[in-house]
């Protein structure tokens, strides 16, 4: 699942604190940009003392797992703990009832399941009617299912997602398909997005996109008390819209201005519902959300055909720009035009160029600007680290320049920044696997067919969430 969905309720009051502790915007140029975003000096909180978790942890999973794959002593799989269970609902009415109790559990899903995995251990079994899932947290237990996934990795998609493509007519992209087309959407996909040699030509314009969005976040700070920037996550929202849609269309859309388009409203507004409905039609089965019709599932069907008709109706008219450059003879000014490399393979049809261009939108707003919300609240409690950054990135960029490829790969610091803050807060807070045949993992007997899921979210994000943010 994506993050949204998953922690949505701390978001408002997560955007609060920051929207206090990146200020003051004092500083002006390249350099003004990179302190006013790690809110130079705003320290909320005094800088942490104890050892990271990754080290205790990591050490501890090291020593769990030394003899989890000995064959010969391996449990069988009805030995596996985990929660109550009836005979056809397995353990859905113990969940439902949990969630009765407590109600966030519903909706915050890692709560319920951190609760497992203290009562359980770092390996549990559900069963939801007739699919059987183990739940996994150990690091290294991970590390050994990936390597185990073959060629085609099969997962668990969305369901609610999958039924939309399916009643629509839609095409499903890299994020919702397995097996072979999961690889060749993926094969594609890949090349323009995560070749160093195609990435190196966005980062100029995604300078230029995140001065515009210092200058307006100064601009709305002004507007409120000078002090606080209302509503930063949204504005990080639109942030990581723009900046994705300038890597997919080389074309700014307009996304940071006072006035945006209808077509734009609407695409933020489509995206958002889908993220907050998400959690709500899993629960128990978007089957049964569809059939009753619930509010929901409307909403989401809602939210869908409105982000299909506008990012369609750009893509129409950016392919039909392509094409008449082609036909004219003219090149792409050496500027990357994504959409149009996609489309030059031949290997894809038009929908499955829509579906999949979608997709990345949807993936890289939520992830991106969820990210930075993050970095940019852990920054906010460490002044120290903040003068590290800003040392930093005064040597390797220097002032008022234009940052560049060569630029980030010498900033070391800001990338290990940003890591340590996936560690603590995933993207990605379930991470899910269908065995493909009969595996060990972690001492256990598990059958093929079985979904695993690795919780990431149990192991990090809730070791240095406040209680008052979760």
């Known amino acids: 699942m994506m993050s949204v969905p998953v922690i949505s309720g701390s978001r408002q009051r997560l955007s609060a604190v920051v929207g206090r502790a990146v200020s003051p915007w004092r500083p002006q140029g390249h350099i003004g940009r990179v302190r006013a975003l790690v809110g130079y000096r705003s320290g909320l909180v005094g800088p942490r003392t104890v050892p990271s978790p990754v080290q205790t942890y990591s050490t501890a999973a090291v020593g769990s797992t030394s003899h989890h794959n000995d064959d010969s002593e391996a449990k069988p799989f009805s030995a596996l703990p985990g929660p109550p269970s009836v005979p056809v609902l397995g353990n859905f009415l113990h969940m439902w009832w949990e969630g009765l109790l407590e109600k966030e559990k519903l909706n915050k899903n890692h709560i319920m399941f951190t609760d497992f995995f203290r009562q359980y251990g770092p390996i549990f079994r559900l069963k939801i009617v007739n699919v059987d899932m183990v739940s996994i947290k150990d690091p290294v237990a991970v590390q050994e299912l990936f390597r185990k996934e073959g060629k085609y990795p099969a997962r668990i998609d969305i369901k609610p997602w999958r039924r939309y493509r399916e009643i ?138 409105t982000v299909f008709r506008v990012g369609e109706k750009v893509m129409v008219r950016k392919l039909q720009e392509a094409l008449e450059r082609e036909e004219r003879g003219e090149g792409e000014d050496d500027q990357p035009n994504f959409l149009a490399f996609v489309n030059s393979t031949g290997r894809l049809t038009k929908d499955e160029i829509y579906s999949n261009t979608i997709e990345l939108m949807g993936a890289a707003i939520d992830t991106t600007s969820n990210t930075l919300l993050w970095t940019l609240y852990e920054l906010s409690r460490r002044p120290e680290l903040q003068d590290r950054l800003y040392q930093e990135v005064t040597q390797v960029i220097g002032q008022d320049k234009v940052m560049t490829w060569d630029h980030l790969k010498d900033l070391h610091l800001l990338k290990a920044i940003i890591k340590e803050t996936l560690r603590m807060y995933p993207v990605v807070h379930n991470v899910s696997r269908l065995l493909q045949e009969d595996t060990v993992l972690m001492g256990y007997w598990l059958p093929a067919k079985v979904v695993v899921w690795q919780r990431s979210s149990c192991n990090s994000f809730l070791q240095r969430c406040p209680s008052s943010l979760c």
């Open 168 to 305: 629509s007519g839609k095409a499903t992209g890299v994020f919702l398909s397995n097996g072979k087309d999961w690889q060749k959407n993926r094969s594609i996909m890949a090349r323009p997005m995560l070749r160093p040699k195609h990435v190196s030509t966005y980062v100029s314009n995604l300078d230029t996109v995140s001065a515009d969005m210092i200058k307006r976040l100064r601009v709305l700070q002004a507007r409120a008390d000078g002090i606080e920037v209302p509503n930063i996550s949204d504005e990080l929202f639109k942030w990581a819209l723009e900046s994705i849609c300038t890597v997919l269309f080389n074309e700014r859309m307009g996304y940071l201005q006072d006035n945006i388009s209808q077509d734009a409203q609407d695409f933020i507004q489509g995206i958002h519902t889908i993220f907050l409905t998400t959690n709500t039609v899993i629960f128990p089965d978007a089957d049964v959300h569809r059939f009753l019709r619930t509010k929901p599932w409307r909403q989401s069907v809602e939210a869908w055909d």
